[in-house]
Each structure stands twice: as structure tokens, then as C-alpha cells.
Nanobody
């Protein structure tokens, strides 16, 4: 079992930055591929970024490339999402997720554990 707790969300103006964190329980954090997803009001949850267990493989959805950076600190059991040049369309609840394989994935169905989410609101 892995428990995930997100933090770092908030209200920010367009062009601003936020750093999200996801604290994970357990002693085998580096065995899990990790991902960030987001869900805007009235829309489906969508993939944002993912990282492999050892941080070697990373990928992003096209709309955040060059603006967001996913990273992890396995010694601290923590996943991060640094978000810069934020846009109003980045608004939503951001969730971190863990998959029992070290390989990351863009698919929600590949993830076994989810956090409760943290709200990010970008004003224009």
C-alpha cells in the first residue's frame, strides 16, 4: 500500500509559478513509477507528466512541455511538479499517482494509487 498526499496548490496569476509536492508513505518509493494528472471542472482527468522509479524516463503532455518540470527525491519519498508560466487553462485539481511498476505511463488505468488532489487556480 502507498498513501499519497499532495500539497502546494493555490491561487496564482497567469505567468506565475507554483511547486506541487506529493509525499508518499512506504519504504520502496523508488519501485513506483509516478505521475501527475489534473482535472478541470466538467472535464475528464488528464495526464500531465510522469517519471520512472529512478527518474531516468520522463514525459509530459504537449501543453505543458517547457513550462512544467516533474522530479522526485527518492530519499525523501517525494514527487514534485514545478509549474511556471502558468495559464488559466492550467486550472484544476492536480493529483499524483503511483504505479506498481517502475515504468511511468500516460494512462490513468495504469496507476494503482492516487492522492486526494490539490487545487490550482490560475487567474487571468
Amino acid at each position: 500500500q502507498v498513501q499519497l498526499v499532495e500539497s502546494g496548490g493555490g491561487l496564482v496569476q497567469a505567468g506565475g509559478s507554483l511547486r506541487l509536492s506529493c509525499a508518499a508513505s512506504g519504504r520502496t518509493f523508488n519501485n513506483y513509477g509516478m505521475g501527475w494528472f489534473r482535472q478541470a471542472p466538467g472535464k475528464e482527468r488528464e495526464f500531465v507528466a510522469a517519471i520512472s522509479g529512478l527518474g531516468v524516463t520522463i514525459f509530459y503532455t504537449d501543453s505543458v512541455k517547457g513550462r512544467f518540470t516533474i522530479s522526485r527525491d527518492n530519499a525523501k519519498n517525494t514527487l514534485y511538479l514545478q509549474m511556471s508560466s502558468l495559464k488559466p487553462e492550467d486550472t484544476g485539481v492536480y493529483y499524483c499517482a503511483a504505479t506498481r511498476t517502475r515504468s511511468p505511463s500516460r494512462l490513468k488505468s495504469d496507476y494503482d494509487y492516487w492522492g486526494q488532489g490539490t487545487q490550482v487556480t490560475v487567474s487571468s
